[in-house]
């Protein structure tokens, strides 16, 4: 697995979509015009930090900013690499006569910033490559793809021990000038996504019409009625929709998604987000599904749900995983995604 973590303004903007998105989320956020198409975010003292996404030793961050004006940030704060509870590294924004360098530090220990400074009122992409490890430890940072830091042989492990597996944004400081948008968060792992990945667009897709398969009981309307959550909604089951439910194992729920418009040429890699909780008290296994434009399905992973509480359970999908063949277009505007019960 390479893919880890995606976060485009898209899908979500709304907070109870992000609370269960995160595994803690704290302070105000603002949504502003994205970087290329659609939505960005503005940042106001926001604490986000995902759930743990596996350990690795090398991690890659690509983002793009836009500090409207002067930034005047506190630190430390920034965008994190963490095991557990405990820092590894953090990139940080600081002024400089009119525009910005970005360092990265250990903890309070400055490993490296940019010779390059870069302006106010524009977009940049950035990307961050590091191999966590106490004494070879390795970084190297790209502006718009072309190396501005880098470094080899150092200490690049704040926790003592190799390894990081949360990505957090630690924004104490609120500063309505700073946008972010088209964050995605790949470790080194497997043979695909798991370097740098150029420049890449986030695109929201979502259900908008039955699969081919529809056996969960919608508890009002139709199946993707009651799944069709998209951009500033509340969740269905909180609002006037409802939510579909099953206690068979077998029974399998598909949908239909919605066309990509702003992604027309390759794919990186998808990133599914499902949102389970249980009717009452127990515990069920529950597997994402795909089922692709020519009616090939495959099975994504297998998720433990257990709470009457809702919460975002994560797929990352570097290929196609019924043809084991990179995406394209047509799988997504073609494929279906689902839900089935296992045990």
Do not use: C
Not at 222 to 233: E, H, L
Not at 333 to 341: D, I, K, L, R
């Amino acid at each position: 697995m390479a893919l880890r973590w995606s976060e485009g303004f898209e899908s979500h903007s709304n907070t109870a979509q992000w609370d269960r998105k995160y595994a803690t989320r704290s302070g105000a956020f603002a949504i502003q015009a994205g970087r290329v198409f659609g939505n960005g975010g503005s940042l106001q003292a926001p604490v986000w930090i995902t759930p743990s996404r596996g350990l690795a030793d090398t991690w890659g961050i690509a983002f793009g900013v836009n500090f409207l004006a002067q930034v005047v940030l506190a630190t430390p704060q920034g965008i994190y690499l963490e095991k557990a509870t405990t820092e590894q590294v953090h990139l940080e924004f600081v002024n400089s006569a009119g525009s910005f360098e970005v360092r990265l530090m250990r903890g309070a220990t400055q490993l490296g910033i940019t010779s390059q400074a870069f302006a106010y009122g524009a977009w940049h992409h950035f990307e961050l490559k590091v191999t966590i490890h106490p004494s070879t430890g390795s970084y190297e940072l790209r502006h718009n793809e072309v190396n501005v830091l880098s470094g080899s042989g150092v200490n690049t492990a704040n926790a003592g021990t190799s390894q990081a597996d949360i990505f957090a944004l630690r924004f104490t400081t609120t500063n309505t000038n700073a946008r972010f948008d088209d964050i995605w968060v790949w470790d080194g792992t497997g043979s695909l996504n798991n370097d740098f990945g150029g420049d890449a667009i986030i695109e929201e897709f979502h259900p908008n019409g039955a699969g081919n398969s529809t056996q969960w009981t919608p508890s009002a309307g139709s199946n993707f009625d009651n799944v069709d959550d998209s951009g500033g909604s509340a969740p269905d089951d909180a609002g006037a929709g409802g939510f579909n439910g099953s206690d068979t194992n077998g029974q399998k729920d598909l949908y239909a998604l919605s066309d990509l418009v702003q992604i027309q040429g390759n794919i990186l890699g998808v990133f599914l987000e499902t949102q389970m909780a249980m009717a009452a008290s127990g515990s069920r296994q529950v597997k994402t599904k795909y089922r692709d434009d020519g009616g090939s399905e495959a099975d994504g992973a297998t998720h433990s749900v257990a709470a009457t509480v809702y919460d975002t359970f994560i797929d990352t999908f570097d290929q196609n995983p019924a043809t084991a063949t990179p995406w394209d277009v047509a799988d997504i505007n073609g494929g279906q995604f689902g839900v089935e019960v296992v045990s």
